[in-house]
Each structure stands twice: as structure tokens, then as C-alpha cells.
């Protein structure tokens, strides 16, 4: 019996606040069950570990569920990387649905700002007309791009062999849906304010543009793949760092600006910080299949898993390459120095080479 005391409190017959039971019940110290990766467990290990079965654990009568073939849910062939545990992985940046909400809701608060600004002091009529012609083409073809990467981040999300990696994934994937999404904003915005935008242009860039076809190329690929570790690393370590940087932040963040455009520059810094998250997401993946065992002393097959990385970067390294050559002269285009278009791609050749190191892994010859 239960007896209302107001203020949202409530007490049984014996006098226990019921409310302040449910908090202390539900405190992160009480889930025994999950073993934390330091002293204590922290909130995103409570609301993330042990969500996803896995028969190796906690599951012992067989898959509750299976696929239509008669498989089970998960696949521990799904990739051709090897680890006894896949469930110790932590993402560094603790990464959870009310933080990442959170943070994206600052991520387009800012940019929201940027944009009514840009309206109400006439900023958007201030924007260079070939940049406007860059934007209208290149700028929503790089969109294009973003979908596609959202498109093959769905198969990790689906396949991956642990609650905290299939988390950190949906985030992954939701980032690039998140720019795709900001970027065609803000292209009908420019439609709506200038009578010069033609808004609509970048489809078919993207599917005709020389300049766009060894990014098609690329992402298409990345599409094609069913290997969710390779669609992480990969992405990670070679495809955003050569191209999506280049295109991204060398080009469109750092020339937006000179050319009369600030909403650009703040949608790209925004994907900047995302990219880097996604980027220590990555590498800590790494540091998991090259460790030489597991937390109970189980051995980690960490060459062969290297091998394999090395073999996947060797592949596509090349291809990245070219997408992120073919792209250059647009800057030819934006009225900027050959220096800073040599300067822009080593930028990227030298940023790459350091995530490169940092994996354990050499950068392929060319």
C-alpha cells in the first residue's frame, strides 16, 4: 500500500520513499553483472554493456533469435579479424545516446546561429559567385559522398560482434547522415535567399564530374564490403583522412571564409570534431586485435590481425589517393596559389602517415 505525499514522492505503507529507492536501485555500482574496464563502472558502460547477445557469454541455450537461413543473430565470421572477447572494447569518448544527442544538439545550434546571422546582416549576398557555383555542384556532391558512407556504415551497425562497437558505430554512421543532412539545409537556404543559387545541381555532379568519380568509385566500394572492422579502419585510417579531409577541411572550411561564406566553415568544423572522435573509436579497435591477449590472458592472434589490416590499407591507400587527386583542381577553381593546393595535400599525406603510425602500420609505396 502506497500513500502520496506530493511533490512527485511516494510512500509505501512502512514510510520508503519509493523515488529515492529507484534512483540507489539503478546506480551504475549495482550492476555486478558487468565487468568494468577500470575500478569502477562507468554510466556509459551500465547503459551500453550486455545490450547485444552473445553465446560466448551470457547466452547458453542457443540464439533466441536467428536470421532467415536459420543462422544466428551474430556471425563471428562476419569479419576476418580475431579476438576471443569482442565485448571488452570501450570507445575512448565514452560515447552514449544522451551525450551524442546533446553534443549534435550543439552542432546545429551553432550552425543554426551562423545561418540566421548570415540572413539577417545580408552575409549570403555577400558569397563570391563562383564559390555560390562551388556549392551548388561540389558542395552537395560532396554530400553525395556523406550519404554513401552512411549507407555503409549501416552493415557494421548490423554485424558488429559487440554492444559497445555497434553503438559506437550507429554514431559513426549517424555522423556522416548528420553532414549529408547539413549540407542539403543549407544549399535550399541559399536557394530560398539568392535568386542566382540553383539548388539541386550536385546529383548529377556527382554522378558525371570527372572530378567526383574516383570518390564514387571509392565509396562504392566501401559499399560493397561486408566486413565491419574493414568498413571502421579503413574509413578511419585512409578514406577520411586523405579524402574527406581534404575536401572537407582543407578546401571547403578554409576557403569558405575567403570567398564570403561563414556557414560553410562552421558545418565542416563541426564534422571536424566527429571525425576525430570516430578517429580515436578507431584506433582504439586497433589497439584491441594487436593487443597480445585479452583481460583474462586469453592470446589475441595480433600478428595475423595486423597482417590483415596491412593488407586492407595496401588496397586502399591507392584508391583514396586518387580521389583526393582528381579533386585538386577545384582549387584551381577557387582563385587560390598552386603552393596551397601542394600544401593542402601534404597536409593530408603527412596527417595520414601519423594515424598510419600510430595503428602500427606502414603507408604504401606511391
Known amino acids: 500500500m502506497t500513500a502520496s505525499i506530493g511533490a512527485g514522492a511516494e510512500l509505501t ?23 568494468p574496464q577500470k575500478r569502477w563502472l562507468t554510466e556509459y558502460e551500465a547503459v551500453i554493456c550486455n545490450t547485444q547477445p ?11 533469435a536467428v536470421r532467415a537461413d536459420g543462422s544466428g543473430i551474430h556471425n563471428p565470421e562476419s569479419t576476418a579479424l580475431s579476438h576471443p572477447n569482442w565485448f571488452e572494447y570501450r570507445d575512448p569518448s565514452a560515447m552514449w545516446q544522451r551525450p551524442y544527442v546533446k553534443q549534435l544538439a550543439q552542432f546545429e545550434r551553432s550552425i543554426a546561429s551562423a545561418m540566421s546571422a548570415a540572413k539577417a546582416n545580408g552575409a549570403l549576398g555577400d558569397i563570391a559567385p563562383d564559390w555560390l557555383d562551388l556549392l551548388a555542384h561540389h558542395y552537395e556532391a560532396f554530400g553525395s559522398f556523406e550519404w554513401g558512407m552512411f549507407r555503409a556504415h549501416a552493415i557494421v551497425a548490423r554485424e558488429a560482434l559487440a554492444d ?112 576525430a572522435r570516430n578517429r580515436r573509436m578507431a584506433q582504439e579497435l586497433m589497439n584491441l586485435v594487436s ?41 584551381d577553381s577557387a582563385s587560390v596559389s598552386a603552393d596551397f593546393k601542394r600544401q593542402a595535400l601534404a597536409r593530408v599525406i603527412a596527417d595520414t602517415r601519423e594515424i598510419f603510425d600510430t595503428a602500427g602500420l606502414k603507408v604504401p609505396p606511391g
Open 54 to 64: 552473445d553465446l560466448g557469454q551470457f547466452e547458453v541455450g542457443g540464439w533466441l
Open 164 to 275: 559497445t562497437l555497434t553503438m559506437a558505430s550507429i554514431f559513426s554512421g549517424h555522423d556522416r547522415l548528420r553532414h549529408q543532412q547539413d549540407i542539403a539545409l543549407y544549399s535550399l537556404n541559399l536557394h530560398n535567399q539568392l535568386a542566382s543559387y540553383e539548388e539541386g545541381l550536385g546529383l548529377a555532379t556527382w554522378l558525371d564530374d570527372p572530378v567526383c568519380q574516383p570518390a564514387r568509385r571509392l565509396v562504392e566500394r566501401l559499399m560493397s564490403l561486408t566486413d565491419w572492422c574493414e568498413i571502421i579502419l579503413m574509413t578511419n585510417f585512409v578514406i577520411e583522412p586523405l579524402y574527406t579531409t581534404l575536401v572537407g577541411s582543407e578546401f571547403f572550411r578554409r576557403l569558405a571564409p575567403l570567398h564570403g561564406d561563414i556557414v560553410t566553415a562552421v558545418i565542416e568544423m563541426t564534422t571536424e570534431t566527429a571525425r
Open 291 to 331: 593487443a597480445e591477449s585479452d583481460r583474462v590472458g586469453r592470446s589475441v592472434p595480433n600478428e595475423r590481425n595486423r597482417e590483415i589490416v596491412q593488407g586492407w590499407a595496401n588496397t586502399w591507400y591507392p584508391d583514396a589517393m586518387a580521389a583526393a587527386e582528381a579533386f585538386l583542381p577545384l582549387f
Open 13 to 35: 505503507s512502512e514510510g520508503v520513499d519509493l523515488e529515492k529507492v529507484a534512483e540507489g536501485f539503478y546506480s551504475p555500482r549495482d550492476l555486478t553483472y558487468i565487468r
